[in-house]
């Protein structure tokens, strides 16, 4: 069965130091998706991308965030300057259509010290 | 704006026992509700949708009800198991966009 890797699944970062959370979406999927889960809290939505650009952000996807499909299959979430408060699971999503049934992946632990 | 809640943080239920697990919206624009169970240290899985048009609708041992009069959504599970221990997310659409919002979340436990 299809399904959205993401990699690493655990990373751990020093305050102020940038990282790349990566995603593999489902292959036919159009819509991607990046969320967040700080522990214990619900998951919050960051970005949806589509047609190589962002059609939507939340107010947490401040300047420091970015997100980028290089090569047609990653689809990657760029933190500049990480802060201690961005700790939390990263969890990327795809979906085939708009208004359908995103996919998660299993996300990425972002521990920043 | 959207927002989403759950009326229940926990639910114990008994194996055997049908679960309900509620959600109330605040954006009557919503067009699309799902639900997502989560299991510990796991990403959020699909369990089944439902779009604005339909009050009701059935999967394999999941319901899920629509009430747009009242903005509720519930998730009922037939028979619980083990296995359907796990947090329960409901999530929505507006119609105008494709953002997925999430509640807080019900955590279900089964007791043997």
């Known amino acids: 069965e299809p399904e959205v890797t993401q990699t690493p699944s655990h990373q751990v970062t020093q305050m102020g130091q940038e990282v790349i959370l990566r995603c593999v979406p489902i292959?036919?999927?159009?819509?991607f998706y990046w969320y967040r889960q700080i522990l214990g809290q619900k998951v919050e939505f960051l970005v949806s991308?589509?047609?190589?650009?962002?059609?939507?952000k939340s107010e947490i996807f401040d300047d420091q965030f970015s997100v980028e499909r290089p090569d047609g299959s990653n689809f990657t979430l760029k933190i500049r300057s990480t802060k201690l408060e961005d700790s939390a699971m990263y969890f990327c999503?795809?979906?085939?259509?708009?208004?359908?049934?995103?996919?998660f992946g299993q996300g990425t632990r972002l521990t920043v010290v | 704006g959207e927002s989403v809640g759950l009326h229940l943080p926990t639910l114990s239920v008994q194996e055997g026992d049908n679960s309900i697990i509620n959600c109330a919206y605040s954006?009557?624009?919503?067009?699309?509700f799902i639900w997502y169970k989560q299991e510990s240290g796991k990403g959020p899985q699909f369990i089944i949708d439902?779009?604005?048009?339909?009050d009701k609708r059935q999967g394999q041992r999941v319901t899920v009800l629509l009430n747009k009069t009242v903005k509720h959504l519930s998730l009922q599970i037939a028979a619980t198991q083990p296995g359907d221990s796990a947090v329960y997310f409901c999530?929505?659409?507006?119609?105008?966009?494709?953002?997925?919002?999430f509640g807080g979340g019900t955590r279900v436990l089964v007791k043997p």
């Open positions: 292959s036919n999927h159009l819509y």
């Open positions: 999530g929505l659409t507006l119609a105008a966009g494709n953002k997925l919002t």
């Open positions: 991308f589509y047609n190589n650009e962002i059609s939507e």
């Open positions: 999503a795809s979906a085939s259509r708009e208004g359908t049934e995103a996919f």
């Open positions: 954006n009557s624009a919503s067009d699309y």
């Open positions: 439902i779009r604005s048009n339909m």
